[in-house]
């Protein structure tokens, strides 16, 4: 098991593939941890270094009190990457996790040298619907909105026809602490990167699921019209986390993006 402590905090995460290779850091997305990259690595071989990590409070992480401010989570991740001594990353975060990528750009440039934002925005949702999720958290816990994030999060098609796995990513939802997912909420809640996204100079590639009930396809193709020069792909049949649904395709798009795919 790889943990860092990072400003006090315990980061949980995965460090794999030739060290001379260009390295390619995952962020997840709420209520998961870096399994949701799993199939997506496993196509990538050893033509990076990658490193995947639990952000607080998810996963085998350390949940520090709530609420997190998403600056928290940019450090953690900054500080995970000074730790291994990466520099000059292709950066790849999917919901909250393409926040944490976009903030990271943006505070640390000398980190990032590309970024592959998945089903993200540059502000997702509204305050008032944050402050929803947090209270029904507080009251009924996450299984109370589980079904509900289900249904965002995978396409009808994969509901209906990958039962058992569907019950398994249920299982790592419903088990992540009530101070992570109420804390990572409150970070959501208050991020809005219209200013610093616009002002991005990284090459970047933005990808979202045709069927994702989260951020929905027409809010990923404003951040990728926000952030100068970036480009827009849709995954088709996919709902919010495309890396499960589709991995080939987002791998692909990976690939193809950072200039491997000639090599494939």
């Not at 790889?2 to 794999?16: E, K, N, R, T």
């Not at 990590?53 to 900054?78: E, F, N, Q």
């Not at 039962?163 to 991020?191: F, K, P």
Request: net charge negative; charged share 20%.
């Amino acid at each position: 098991m790889q943990v860092a402590a990072i400003d006090g905090v315990h980061i949980h995460y995965s460090d794999s593939g030739p060290r001379t290779a260009p390295a390619l850091a995952f962020s997840n997305s709420l209520g998961t941890d870096f399994r949701i990259w799993d199939r997506v690595a496993a196509r990538l071989g050893e033509r990076y270094r990658i490193v995947k990590y639990d952000k607080r409070g998810h996963g085998l992480s350390d949940g520090a009190p709530a609420p997190y401010k998403l600056s928290d989570h940019v450090g953690d991740l900054a500080g995970l990457l000074e730790v291994l001594g990466v520099s000059n990353a292709i950066v790849c975060g999917l919901s909250v996790g393409g926040l944490i990528a976009q903030g990271l750009a943006a505070e640390h440039p000398a980190l990032v040298r590309q970024l592959i934002l998945c089903d993200t925005a540059h502000k997702i949702g509204t305050a008032e619907m944050w402050n929803e999720r947090i209270a029904a958290v507080e009251k009924g816990g996450i299984e109370s909105l589980a079904d509900g994030v289900l249904e965002r999060w995978f396409s009808a098609d994969f509901r209906a026809n990958k039962t058992a796995e569907l019950a398994a990513w249920r299982n790592l939802l419903v088990r992540t602490t009530a101070d992570g997912y109420a804390g990572t909420c409150a970070a959501i809640r208050d991020a809005d990167l219209t200013d610093s996204s616009a002002r991005l100079a990284v090459p970047t590639l933005c990808i979202c699921g045709s069927e994702d009930g989260a951020t929905t396809p027409d809010l990923v193709r404003s951040t990728a019209a926000l952030i100068p020069g970036a480009r827009f792909e849709l995954i088709k049949g996919a709902g919010h986390l495309p890396c499960i649904e589709a991995p080939d395709a987002v791998a692909d798009l990976i690939l193809e993006f950072t200039g491997a795919m000639a090599d494939a």
